[in-house]
């Protein structure tokens, strides 16, 4: 199983980004695929999920209303959109993938970072 992370990079306040997360090779569409994040000198937190089953999210109280997570599972992909973007959004962001035997694996991250 591998993760893929893409469309990091440097934005300015306010302005936004969208991450991707390729992933392969396996049952995509079965496993809740999640966005996590770790700051400098801070721990990885839990940013987005999105179920396999009715496609429900959840979202940081952090994040909310500026944050959206969605999939095509169809092209076994999972997105991150991100507007409104702040400094303190500034973190590697990893993709995550858990099945429901508790199995989960992880991307090796993209550097996303707000600044003027």
């Known amino acids: 199983v591998q993760l893929v992370e893409s469309g990091g990079g440097l934005v300015q306040p306010g302005g936004s980004l969208r991450l991707s997360c390729a992933a392969s090779?396996?049952?995509?569409?079965?496993?809740?695929m999640s966005w996590y994040r770790q700051a400098p000198g801070k721990e990885r937190g839990l940013v987005a999920t999105i179920t396999s089953a009715d496609g429900s999210t959840n979202y940081a109280d952090s994040v909310k209303g500026r944050f959206t997570i969605y999939r095509e599972n169809d092209w076994n992909t999972v997105y991150l959109q991100m507007n409104s973007l702040k400094p303190e959004d500034t973190a590697v962001y990893y993709c995550?993938?858990?099945?429901?035997?508790?199995?989960?694996?992880w991307g090796k991250g993209t550097l996303v970072t707000v600044s003027s």
């Open positions: 995550h993938a858990l099945d429901n035997y508790g199995m989960e694996y």
């Open positions: 090779p396996f049952t995509f569409s079965s496993y809740a």
